[in-house]
């Protein structure tokens, strides 16, 4: 099993939608969370940290579930400028290593 | 724009040649790291660098160096690299080594090894 798990997606949506992202995680121990946004053929961007009581900023809403395992994205009101492959990452060591998961690609369509 | 700066954007070598990747951060922060990411794959860690001192190698060829002159530059010296190699370099850094500080990516130096 892999230590991060996201549904890769495609998921496609219409502009103003509402959209989730789910992503589980193996490894009890693990620390920090964080989503990231990557654009085709740039460099991952931090788009939110995950804190245990949910955290929200602008349209997107973050959520943690420690007991089972899972973090959430939720996006509002969807843009065409949120198109783009987010990644759930979780920190698992103390020596900050991130664990990225694969990724979740978001296409909005007009 | 990126506060972490990588040099060069592309680059393309052979497999004999000897190369070095730049990344350069002025935000004070005293961890940084080298990731390498294939097409359509997640970013793979393979250096990590805690106040200049190395303190994770993710079991990484010894073809790839790395450097870290000071607290704001970090570099990866490339010799004998395989195509296989070929990929996106990215550079990171976060303030301290700590597990809740996030990390700030560069936009990567793209290898490509003939």
């Known amino acids: 099993r892999k230590e991060v798990e996201q549904d890769p997606g495609p998921f496609n949506v219409p502009e103003g939608a509402t959209v989730a992202f789910n992503c589980t995680y193996s490894?009890?121990?693990?620390?920090?969370f964080f989503w990231y946004r990557q654009d085709c053929r740039k460099e991952p961007k931090l788009l939110m940290s995950?804190?245990?009581s949910g955290n929200e900023d602008g349209r997107f809403t973050a959520q943690l579930n420690r007991a089972s395992q899972y973090i959430s994205l939720l996006i509002r009101d969807s843009k065409l400028s949120d198109s783009a492959t987010y990644l759930c990452?979780?920190?698992?060591?103390?020596?900050?290593?991130?664990?990225f998961g694969t990724g979740t690609r978001l296409l909005v369509s007009p | 724009d990126t506060e972490v700066t990588q040099t060069p954007k592309h680059l393309v070598m052979g497999m004999t040649n000897k190369k070095s990747l730049k990344c350069e951060q002025h935000m004070g922060h005293r961890a940084m790291y080298w990731y390498k990411q294939k097409a359509k794959k997640p970013p793979e860690l393979m250096f990590v660098y805690s106040y200049e001192k190395l303190s994770i190698n993710e079991s990484v060829p010894s073809r790839f160096s790395p450097e870290c002159p000071n607290s704001s530059l970090l570099n990866l010296h490339l010799h004998a690299l395989q195509p296989e190699d070929s990929a996106l370099y990215l550079c990171a850094s976060s303030l301290v080594d700590s597990p809740n500080q996030p990390q700030h990516f560069g936009d990567g130096t793209r290898l490509s090894i003939l």
């Open positions: 490894n009890s121990a693990s620390q920090s």
């Open positions: 995950v804190y245990s």
């Open positions: 990452v979780v920190n698992i060591r103390r020596f900050q290593k991130l664990v």
